[in-house]
């Protein structure tokens, strides 16, 4: 048997990264995995489910594979940015962190990385990420709105033109 390529696995809990991951618990108001090329989630959950405070919180295993271990962090990167949870906090943003920190890219960490690293009181959303959740706040206020309404032009896609060209 010969391996080929590179798969990278991150663990979607129900817990708050900002708040030294302590679990947390409600419905999963939205829940829409990632899909496409070299992407699997392993999950037991849908939309509109309660994440209970009896169990373990994991959501999902959320898998990426790629030729090598670059474009397996590439799709895991794209992955959690399609994954589109609320009404939980979840491990998504610290995931992807991981992702994008150096010393997971060129695979010189141990096992005090969250020590070492991970100092949430210090990260700062950048641009896009903020330009993103603005735009999805808006679009779950509005989509009612846009049902009602039939028309598929009206407030929503508004504010995120408004968003993309104000960037």
């Given amino acids: 048997m010969q391996i080929r390529g590179h798969a990278i696995e991150s663990r979607v809990y129900a817990e708050d990264p900002e708040n030294q991951f302590l679990p947390d618990i409600g419905t999963l108001k939205t829940y829409i995995t990632p899909k496409g090329i070299g992407t699997r989630v392993d999950d037991a959950y849908e939309q509109g489910m309660e ?61 005090k990385f969250v020590e070492n690293y991970y100092q949430p009181e210090n990260r700062k959303l950048d641009k896009d990420e903020l330009r993103a959740a603005a735009a999805l706040l808006v679009y779950l206020k509005e989509k009612d709105k846009i049902k009602t309404a039939g028309n598929q032009n009206n407030n929503a896609k508004g504010w995120l033109n408004r968003l993309k060209d104000n960037g």
């Fill in 51 to 111: 994440i209970p405070i009896h169990y373990d919180p994991m959501i999902a295993k959320l898998v990426t594979y790629g030729s090598d271990r670059k474009e397996a962090i590439a799709r895991m990167v794209r992955a959690i940015d399609e994954y589109i949870i609320t009404g939980v906090a979840t491990t998504l943003s610290f995931c992807k962190f991981v992702m994008n920190h150096k010393a997971f890219v060129t695979g010189k960490f141990d096992t």
